[in-house]
């Protein structure tokens, strides 16, 4: 089992704003142009639990940020120009969370009230507002592995230790014994 270090603890959850988001947001689209009730209720619902996740996984990324201490594998600055992306998101994804939350609380209290155009507005644009910022996080959090300059050399650097980093096997070869 892996040891849970911040980087660790980081990846394991930083998924969970994404998905909600990307949920709550096709929910969202999907009562405007049907105007259903349930999917309101959904899109607001999946929007709240957004917010409640994004501020530990800004945490543990911060976290990770400070275990890491710029390694040399990774380019420098794409750590930090992800964590200024994933700061916006954070504050759009809290204020959205915050008013879906009310809506959620209120339409459950008024069920038989139809939801108001003002909060249906405001969740749409949430949830639009929350996927466009989360999205560029995610996609900005991907480069610091993904554009890693040791991705794009040929050879493992030489003085790695076994089992961090081994050559390609050649078509046909057989691992060790």
Same mark, same amino acid.
């Given at each position: 089992?892996?040891?849970? /270090?911040?980087p660790?603890?980081?990846?394991?959850?930083?998924?969970?704003p994404v998905?909600? /988001?990307?949920?709550a947001?096709?929910a969202?689209?999907?009562?405007?142009?049907?105007?259903?009730?349930?999917?309101?209720?959904?899109a607001? @619902? $999946?929007?709240? =639990?957004?917010?409640?996740v994004?501020?530990p996984?800004?945490? /543990? #990324?911060?976290?990770a940020?400070?275990?890491?201490?710029?390694?040399w594998?990774?380019k420098r600055?794409?750590?930090? /120009?992800?964590?200024? +992306?994933a #700061?916006?998101? $954070?504050?759009?994804?809290?204020?959205?969370?915050?008013? =879906?939350?009310y809506?959620w609380?209120?339409?459950?209290?008024r069920r038989?009230?139809?939801?108001?155009?003002? $909060?249906?507005?405001?969740v749409?644009?949430? @949830?639009?507002?929350?996927?466009?910022?989360?999205?560029y +996080? +995610?996609?900005? #959090?991907?480069?610091i592995?993904?554009?890693?300059?040791?991705?794009q050399?040929?050879? +493992?650097?030489?003085g790695?230790?076994?089992?961090?980093?081994t050559?390609p096997?050649?078509e046909?070869?057989?691992p060790?014994?």
């Amino acid at each position: 089992m892996p040891t849970l /270090t911040w980087p660790y603890v980081h990846l394991l959850i930083n998924h969970f704003p994404v998905v909600l /988001t990307v949920v709550a947001c096709v929910a969202a689209v999907a009562a405007a142009i049907t105007n259903r009730r349930a999917l309101w209720l959904n899109a607001m @619902a $999946m929007l709240t =639990a957004a917010g409640l996740v994004v501020y530990p996984v800004h945490f /543990t #990324g911060d976290q990770a940020d400070h275990a890491l201490r710029d390694p040399w594998y990774i380019k420098r600055g794409v750590i930090d /120009t992800h964590d200024d +992306a994933a #700061g916006i998101a $954070m504050v759009i994804i809290l204020i959205a969370g915050a008013i =879906a939350a009310y809506g959620w609380w209120r339409a459950s209290r008024r069920r038989d009230e139809i939801i108001p155009v003002w $909060m249906r507005a405001a969740v749409l644009i949430g @949830a639009l507002a929350g996927f466009g910022s989360v999205a560029y +996080a +995610a996609y900005l #959090g991907g480069k610091i592995i993904h554009d890693a300059p040791v991705l794009q050399l040929p050879e +493992a650097p030489a003085g790695l230790p076994p089992g961090v980093a081994t050559p390609p096997r050649s078509e046909g070869e057989h691992p060790p014994e």
